[in-house]
Nanobody, 124 residues
Framework: QVQLVESGGGLVQAGGSLRLSCAAS????????MGWFRQGSGKERDFVGG????????NLADSVKGRFTISRDNARNTVYLQMNSLKPEDTAVYYC?????????????????WGQGTQVTVSS
């Protein structure tokens, strides 16, 4: 069992930055690839990016490439989403998810555990 807790969301002006954190319980964090997803109001939950269990490979959605980066610290059981140059369309609840496997995928159904989400609001 893995429990995930996101933090770091908030209100920021367009062009600003936020760093989200996702802390995982348990001693097997390094066995899981991690993903970040987001869901805007009235919209479907979409893949934002993911990182392999070693941290050696990341992939990002086209909409955030060049602005967001993902990293992880397996010693701290934490994965991060650094968000720069934020836009109003980035407003959403952001979720982290854990997938038992080597690489992160874009399909929600591939993930075994989910956090409760953290709200990010970008004002124009």
């Amino acid at each position: 069992q893995v429990q995930l807790v996101e933090s770091g969301g908030g209100l920021v002006q367009a062009g600003g930055s936020l760093r989200l954190s996702c802390a995982a319980s348990g001693r097997t964090f390094s066995s899981y690839a991690m993903g970040w997803f987001r869901q805007g109001s009235g919209k479907e939950r979409d893949f934002v990016g993911g990182i392999s269990r070693s941290g050696g490979n990341t992939n990002l959605a086209d909409s955030v490439k060049g602005r967001f980066t993902i990293s992880r610290d397996n010693a701290r059981n934490t994965v991060y989403l650094q968000m720069n140059s934020l836009k109003p369309e980035d407003t959403a609840v952001y979720y982290c998810a854990a997938r038992l496997g080597v690489t992160a995928t874009q399909a929600m159904g591939d993930y075994d555990y989910w956090g409760q989400g953290t709200q990010v609001t970008v004002s124009s």
